[in-house]
């Protein structure tokens, strides 16, 4: 989703946390807190701004980490 410039809002566990920073590039929401994800949800509608920045933030961060010319030359740097 993040790839394609959808904001993301998800829960703070598994690999989610390695990718997703708070208010940076996405927004986290504890487990099973339905109150803190409904108040996410509302501010991402609410706040044109914060979705380009988070829309932005995740496609850099996407490109940084996950595009094919990263991963060669991460993987080239670890054979060197």
């Known amino acids: 989703a993040g790839a394609v410039g959808v904001p993301i809002i998800a829960t703070s566990v598994g690999g989610t946390i390695d990718i997703i920073d708070d208010n940076k590039n996405g927004l986290l929401v504890p487990p099973r807190n339905k109150y803190i994800l409904r ?3 509302k501010l991402l509608l609410n ?10 933030s995740m496609k ?3 490109a940084e ?3 094919l010319n990263s ?5 080239e740097s670890i054979l060197k």
Do not use: D, Q
């Open 39 to 41: 108040k996410k949800i």
């Open 47 to 56: 706040n044109e701004k914060l979705k380009k920045n988070l829309r932005i």
């Open 60 to 62: 850099k961060k996407i």
């Open 65 to 67: 980490k996950f595009e």
């Open 71 to 75: 991963c060669i030359k991460k993987y």
